[in-house]
C-alpha cells in the first residue's frame, strides 16, 4: 500500500499533535475501517460528549489572590499559549484536580 506522506505546513496550519498525525496517516493511508454500525456508535458518541460537557460546566465564580511575580508568568505563559490568562489558571486547576482524583481512584 502506498504511505502518503503530511506535509508540515498542513500540520502546523491544523496545529497537529504526534497522535493527531499518526491518525491522519492511517486515515489517509487506508489502514482505518469503519464499524458495522456506525449510526449507533455516533449516537453514543453524541450522548458521551454531551455528558462530558454537562459535568465540566463552569458554574462556580472564585476570588483569588496571587503573589505579582506569579501572576506575570502565568500572564506571558498565558499569552505565548494565545489563552486568557484565567482560563490558563483554569485549566492548570483542573488537571490539578484530575491528577488528585486518579491518585485516590488507585488507593
Known amino acids: 500500500m502506498k504511505k502518503i506522506k503530511?506535509?508540515?505546513?498542513?500540520?502546523?496550519?491544523?496545529?497537529?499533535?504526534?497522535?493527531?498525525?499518526?491518525?491522519l496517516e492511517a486515515f489517509e493511508n487506508g489502514e482505518l475501517k469503519s464499524v458495522d454500525n456506525l449510526e449507533e456508535e455516533k449516537k453514543i458518541a453524541k450522548i458521551t460528549a454531551e455528558n462530558t460537557l454537562k459535568h465540566l460546566k463552569k458554574d462556580k465564580q472564585i476570588t483569588l489572590r496571587l503573589n505579582n511575580i506569579d501572576l506575570e508568568?502565568?500572564?506571558?505563559?498565558?499569552?505565548?499559549?494565545?489563552?486568557?490568562?484565567?482560563?490558563?489558571?483554569?485549566?492548570?486547576?483542573h488537571k490539578y484536580a484530575a491528577n488528585i482524583s486518579s491518585k485516590e481512584a488507585i488507593l
Do not use: C, F, N
Open 73 to 93: 508568568k502565568i500572564r506571558e505563559e498565558a499569552q505565548k499559549e494565545g489563552l486568557p490568562y484565567q482560563t490558563l489558571i483554569g485549566s492548570i486547576l
Open 6 to 23: 503530511i506535509s508540515k505546513e498542513y500540520i502546523k496550519k491544523w496545529e497537529l499533535d504526534e497522535e493527531e498525525v499518526e491518525i
